[in-house]
């Protein structure tokens, strides 16, 4: 009796176990994410983004304050401050070389060379003594410490207010939208043409979009690249522009002939009885109808194209009124890109436009992926 059209299947549990990972695994590093944007780098050394709100054990490694500030007490020279530099935190142990980084305990003096004595308390405060003026550079003190957890809004201060992010901004606009609306107005067209216009090898072209669709864009980034520079649009925006849009055609065509083909024989033909020419019946009748399968590419083509890198570096350039979002924050992480804090938050600088593009069409998101799938 399980498998009668209306009755509901025994293994309903297991779908909704597999959808409820599937969220888990797309939401947790989301959260992770988020988390770790707003710690600093050292908290993110210490400690995964799961234990920010729990205190984090922490080895520091500080240079004492600047010989120039030392003060004479008596019979001896003294540098004082403390090691976590106006912050929070609990001294667990300290020591006075790197091979021995917790040999002592706070509030205890650890000797030192040339009868020098340092002294670290809990709270961080700590006091080098030495018989004769310091010289050339201040002393080290390792600490391991327990730190509280913190969390700052200096990494979004850092990526939002960076330099050129503004025009960057400007820039990936510039190349997200034409990039987007270009080739669905081109696909829409050639959709409807494989939907319901009888034409010979319309199999084979069909059958040919399906084939491009597994085609790599990197096969063609570099012949792609040449014939721009032999007629004159390489680095422009036209560039780029027709590159996105060749790039996106194929999943564009599919997903609308599939959804166009879906629609109702009756309307169609209904619309030729009244004299309606094919112009009339795609512009008044077909895209209308379309219009869930034309928010699910647009969706997929805005977020690809937005934060795309490798085609903007290839087809638009490096210079500084050149570079698009992703483009400015490689650069702002650096060559060897171990800024985590930044890296995190310049993830959810980029993802912002997107989100609300993503959230205001999502409705139609899974219809239009569907469409054509049952009849």
Known sequence: MDNIAGTKSSLVWAVHMATAALVLLWVLPTLGLLVSSFRDADQIAASGWWRAVFSSEQNIVYRAADVQTQVQQGDL?????????????????????????????????????DGMAAQVEVNGDYRITAPKAFEGRSPRLFVTSLTPPRFTLANYSKVLFA????????????????????????????????????????????????????????????????????IGIGKEYLGIWLAHSGFGLPLAIYLLRNYMAGLPREIIESARVDGATDFQIFLKIILPLSFPALASFAIFQFLWTWNDLLVATVFLGNTQDQLVMTGVLRELMGSKGGEWEILATSAFVSIAVPLVVFFAMQKYLVRGLLAGSVK
């Open 163 to 230: 330099e050129g992010i503004g025009r960057a901004f400007l820039n990936t606009m510039t190349v997200t939208i034409p990039a987007t609306v270009i080739p669905i107005l081109i696909a829409a067209f050639a959709a409807y043409a494989l939907a319901w216009m009888e034409f010979p090898g319309r199999a084979l072209l069909i059958a040919a979009i399906v084939g491009l669709l597994v085609v790599p864009l990197q096969l063609s980034l570099i012949p792609l690249l040449r014939l721009h520079n032999s």
């Open 77 to 113: 020279w003294v540098l004082q401050g403390n090691v976590f530099d106006g912050g929070k935190g609990e001294v667990q142990s300290f020591g006075i070389t790197s091979r021995a980084p917790s040999d002592f305990a706070p509030g205890t003096a650890a000797p030192m060379k």
